[in-house]
């Protein structure tokens, strides 16, 4: 991913996936902490505390109408919820992949982040793994 804000890890630490399906579903359960204006990022509070950015990369041409949030601020969320739709075909005469970071803003209140590493996944596979507490 080409996000420099990413890649310095100055949001905190996480992992960049790329959208095959156009469907971006909620990976806990919780809430919408907010939306960006342009659609380009939501910020989601998991009911353990975890603070999650959701931000996509996207390329200044590409239109907002291509987008569909099926979500509002402070909304409940459940695993699975579907959070935003992108129209593929759309979106793929502006760019070919869609690239988003996962990233924990709350990174420092964890003791780890370690990511999961796999070529393909698919929706509820594990991605991140948290160290919460030190193991005796």
């Known amino acids: 991913m080409s996000d420099q804000a990413f890649v310095d890890g100055d949001h905190g630490e996480g992992i960049c996936i790329s959208v ?3 469907k971006i579903r909620a990976p806990f359960d919780g809430r919408i902490l907010g939306i960006d204006p342009e659609r380009s ?3 989601l509070l998991s009911n353990n505390g975890m603070k999650l950015l959701l931000r996509m990369n ?3 041409n590409i239109p907002k109408n291509i987008f569909t949030m099926h979500i509002g ?3 409940k969320i459940r695993k699975g919820d579907l959070l935003l739709e992108i129209d ?3 979106y793929r005469k502006y760019a070919e992949n869609i ?3 996962l990233i924990i803003t709350n990174s420092e209140d964890y003791l780890g982040i370690l990511p999961v590493f796999s070529d393909k996944t698919d929706f509820g596979d594990l991605l991140i793994t948290t160290i919460v ?3 005796i």
């Open 20 to 22: 095959t399906d156009g």
């Open 73 to 75: 601020k402070d909304q």
């Open 99 to 101: 690239d988003i970071a």
């Open 88 to 90: 593929l075909k759309e």
């Open 133 to 135: 507490s030190e193991s």
């Open 41 to 43: 990022a939501v910020r």
């Open 58 to 60: 996207l390329a200044d």
